[in-house]
């Protein structure tokens, strides 16, 4: 592990002993799980949807050339199909 030093607010130090006192666990393993969750959803920001959607682009193929033009068919026939199987 790498020893950081960091400032917060006195309200936050408040809250984070609170905490620590009440899990039984340290204030640095408090802030590490703080830092694991945020990465976790650090992939649910907008721009890195964005991202990853575009990137995605082109990279599959149905094999169907008219999805362009019956999209809201193929939807509502997948939709369809779905409440079928009981998804």
Do not use: C
Not at 43 to 71: L, M, Q, W, Y
Request: proline residues 1%; charged residues 40%; hydrophobic residues 30%.
């Amino acid at each position: 592990m790498i020893r950081t030093q960091v400032q917060i607010e006195e309200e936050q130090a408040k809250w984070l002993k609170a905490k620590s006192i009440d899990r039984g666990v340290s204030i640095s393993q408090l802030i590490r799980e703080a830092l694991d969750l945020y990465r976790a959803h650090e992939d649910r920001r907008p721009e890195e949807k964005r991202r990853r959607a575009i990137a995605a682009i082109g990279r599959f193929s149905s094999g169907i050339s008219d999805v362009s033009e019956r999209h809201d068919e193929y939807l509502t026939e997948a939709f369809q199909e779905g409440g079928r199987n009981g998804d």
